[in-house]
Nanobody, 121 residues
């Protein structure tokens, strides 16, 4: 089971980016899905999360109303739409998912490899 993140880049203040995360492998089910970010010299921090049902979403206060997390159950995809980007959003962004591997009842924690987002003023 793997998560592959993509979509990062270098943009200007106020621009938008959409990050994607694709889950592949022998997956049987999913639970929590989330995005985290890690700025240079700082710890990895929570950005946004969505329940696999899609009924609930959660955001870190600084990104509320600017970022939107979404998913596609059929395609095993997670997205993070980032609007009105600010220099303080500069970080490596990681997707995270709780995934049940096929043939087991246990959900494991999986991370994507990270994608760099740089916002310049």
């Amino acid at each position: 089971v793997q998560l592959q993140a993509s979509g990062g880049g270098s943009v200007q203040t106020g621009d938008s980016l959409k990050l994607s995360c694709a889950a592949s492998g022998r997956t049987a089910g999913f639970a929590g899905l989330a995005w985290f970010r890690q700025a240079p010299g700082k710890d990895r921090k929570f950005v946004a999360a969505i329940a696999w049902s899609g009924r609930s979403t959660y955001y870190e206060d600084s990104v509320k109303s600017r970022f939107t997390i979404s998913k596609d159950t059929d395609k095993n995809m997670i997205w993070l739409q980032m609007d009105s980007l600010k220099p303080e959003d500069t970080a490596v962004y990681y997707c995270y998912a709780q995934i049940q591997r096929r043939g087991t009842p246990i959900f494991g924690n999986y991370w994507g490899q990270g994608t760099q987002v740089t916002v310049s003023s």
